[in-house]
Structures are given as C-alpha cells and as structure tokens.
C-alpha cells in the first residue's frame, strides 16, 4: 500500500504560479513512477504530468507543455508540480497518482494508487 497527501493547491490570479506537493508514505517510494492529473467540474480526470521511476523521463498533456514541469525526490518520498503562467482553465482538483509502471500513469486507469486531491482555482 502507498498513501499519497497532496498539498500548495490554492487560489491564484491568471498568469501566477503554484507548486504542488505529493508526499508518499508505505512502500519504497522509487519502486513507483508518478503522476498528476485533475479534474475540473463535470468533467473526466485527466492526464497532466508523469515522473518516471528514478526522474529520468517526463510527459507532459498539450495543453500544460511549456508551463509546467513535474519531478520528484526519492530521498523525501515526494513528487512536485510546478505550475506557471496559469489560466482560468487550469481550475481543477489536482490530483497525485502512483503507478507500476516504469514511466508513471500516463492515463487514470494505469495508477494503482490515488491521493485525495488538492483543489487549483484561477482567477480571471
């Protein structure tokens, strides 16, 4: 088992930045690649970001490329989201998964544990 605490979600005026935090705790923390995802109101979660194992390899949605930037550290057991420059459209529950796959969950259905979710709100 792992369990996975979001945090630094908040609100934010268009154009500003937030860092998330994912702290892990249970099994080895670099045995899982990670990943973000968020769901916005009445919408299906979706892919943001995935961390391969050892930090080697990212992937990034469309729509966040050039913007954000995910990575981790092993030592602390805890992966990062850095979000800049950021739009009303951004507004989401964000969202920490963990997966066995090298490479990290790059859809929800690859990530075989979730945190409870951390809320982003943009203003305009």
């Known amino acids: 088992q792992v369990q996975l605490v979001e945090s630094g979600g908040g609100l934010v005026q268009a154009g500003g930045s937030l860092r998330l935090s994912c702290a892990a705790s249970g099994r080895t923390f670099s045995a899982y690649g990670m990943g973000w995802f968020r769901q916005a109101p009445e919408k299906e979660r979706e892919f943001v970001a995935a961390?391969?194992?050892?930090?080697?390899?990212?992937n990034y949605a469309d729509s966040v490329k050039g913007r954000f930037s995910i990575s981790r550290d092993n030592a602390k057991g805890t992966v990062y989201l850095h979000m800049n420059t950021l739009k009303p459209e951004d507004t989401a529950i964000y969202y920490c998964a963990a997966s066995s796959s090298i490479a990290g969950p790059m859809s929800r259905y690859e990530a075989d544990y979730w945190g409870h979710g951390t809320q982003v709100t943009v203003s305009s």
């Open positions: 961390i391969s194992k050892f930090g080697r390899a990212t």
